[in-house]
């Protein structure tokens, strides 16, 4: 299934950040690695406030999107613009911006969990940095073990420090891959107060809980070795609309 994306709307792309429509906007993206096409000229547009589920098989493309919107990666040929700014051009001036949760927590390991999040506080100039990592460690349930290594920590509890991480500067764009991988239900019910839905934020959803990505979205890309086979509204979609994407894959 593929629903054909709206062209751009020229003004508010070409305007200011303030003036924005969209929090991304790809046109015809190429990403390889080498002779192998992660990304085959995707399009794509995503309203502010909105959530975007990607779904897809292992090598999809979906974390090379994530890592592109992340100013991790560049791409090799369209336009990409995120929070109305080009990257790699303007990638400065959206990296303050964007909150990543990836598949690895992006903690040190040597350091605690409070000492990673006092770290990145300083490096985003978080505002009353000590109230809002008190905040974080209590509502993921890691206040009493935040002071560890984070190597000591099983890894669904440096996920929660991760998510902490993800969201301590109040970013305007989430960038989520799997966040409730390793959380129990009561854990991942905990994250869901940080990372969920909330007014003005943006967020970027790679999951393979399809009934879970499809009930938090608005909507849905569906990726399979690195084409856009799915563009819709969540609402328009049953499961087994995603289900097929992978199926057709095995």
């Keep these: ?44 547009r995503l309203e502010q406030g909105r959530t975007l589920a990607v779904f897809g098989p292992n090598g999809a493309g979906k974390t090379t999107l994530l890592r592109m919107l992340a100013t991790l990666l560049v791409p090799h040929e369209g336009e990409l613009r995120v929070l109305g700014h080009v990257l790699p051009r303007d990638a400065h001036r959206v990296r303050p911006r964007v909150g990543l949760l990836a598949h690895e927590p992006l903690l040190y390991r040597d350091l605690s969990g409070r000492e990673n999040l006092r770290f990145y506080a300083r490096l985003y100039d978080v505002e009353e940095p000590e109230a809002r990592i008190a905040h974080l460690l209590e509502s993921t349930g890691m206040t009493t073990r935040s002071d560890e290594p984070v190597r000591n920590l099983s890894r669904g509890m440096a996920q929660r420090i991760g998510i902490c991480r993800a969201v301590l500067h109040r970013p305007e764009l989430l960038l989520l891959d799997e966040p409730r991988a390793h959380l129990d239900p009561e854990a991942a019910a905990m994250a869901e107060l940080l990372i969920g839905a909330r007014a003005g934020v943006t967020r970027v959803l790679v999951t393979h809980e399809i009934e879970h990505g499809l009930a938090e979205a608005d909507q849905v890309l569906g990726l399979r070795e690195g084409s856009v086979l799915i563009d819709a509204p969540a609402a328009r979609l049953d499961p087994r609309d995603v289900r097929a994407l992978y199926g057709a894959a095995a």
């Design 1 to 44: 299934m593929t629903v054909p994306v709206e062209p751009a709307v020229e003004g508010s792309q070409r305007a200011g950040a303030e003036s924005i429509t969209y929090a991304v906007a790809l046109d015809q993206v190429v990403r390889h690695y080498g002779e192998r096409v992660a990304l085959r000229h995707v399009t794509l």
